[in-house]
């Protein structure tokens, strides 16, 4: 499976270690540990190594050093619980990284109010439209009705973007309640005086 990779000026920035290069930022190709520095931060359940050696198009021990200095820097987790080690995200900072982000984007609360009512307007249709409250619920009518394959393909596609909103009302409601703490650092001094 092929994927785009899509980088910010600050990953760019860091997969250079900081350092600015001669070429331009399209120009320069993601090294193998740049792939699963992406990965890694992308996925949204454990996964092991030989995993995201696949999706980085990698080989396995070069994926695992990379993904145990993610661990070793705090940036991923590891598990050794199961039958084969895996790795995730912290999730907490992810959630809090991407608040920091969204109360810095130039975004008024009343604007983050309004994408959170359209946010709950659309699982309020879902619900609707398929008699169901969760998209697992959602997932069990592919089995339990005779469906046709775009119809199945559909509510799997609906299910996961349920499960996406879901996590981005969280976010959302929080940047709301925490606005005040989630405000740069120029911005609380000011409020200070």
Not at 105 to 111: F, I, M, P, R
Not at 119 to 142: C, H, K, Y
Not at 147 to 152: F, H, I, R
Request: glycine residues 6%; negative net charge.
């Amino acid at each position: 499976m092929s994927m785009t990779y899509i980088t910010t000026p600050h990953e760019r920035w860091c997969m250079t270690g900081g350092e600015s290069s001669p070429e331009g930022p399209m120009e320069r190709q993601p090294t193998g540990e740049d792939r699963v520095r992406m990965i890694a931060r992308q996925i949204s359940e454990p996964r092991t190594a030989n995993w995201i050696a696949s999706e980085t198009d990698w080989s396995h021990e070069p994926t695992k050093r990379a993904l145990e200095r993610l661990v070793d820097n705090g940036v991923l987790h590891r598990d050794d619980t199961g039958a084969h080690t895996t790795y995730f995200p912290d999730y907490r900072r992810q959630a809090l990284n991407e608040a920091v982000r969204l109360r810095d984007s130039g975004h008024t609360v009343e604007d983050l109010i309004e994408r959170l009512t359209e946010m709950n307007a659309q699982i309020r249709r879902w619900e609707a439209e398929f008699d169901v409250e969760s998209p697992n619920q959602l997932r069990g009518t592919i089995a339990d009705q005779r469906l046709d394959v775009t119809e199945e393909n559909r509510r799997r596609g609906i299910a996961r973007e349920w499960e996406q909103l879901r996590q981005r009302i969280e976010i959302v409601g929080f940047v709301i309640r925490e606005w005040d703490f989630l405000a740069p650092a120029t911005e609380c001094g000011e409020s200070l005086r």
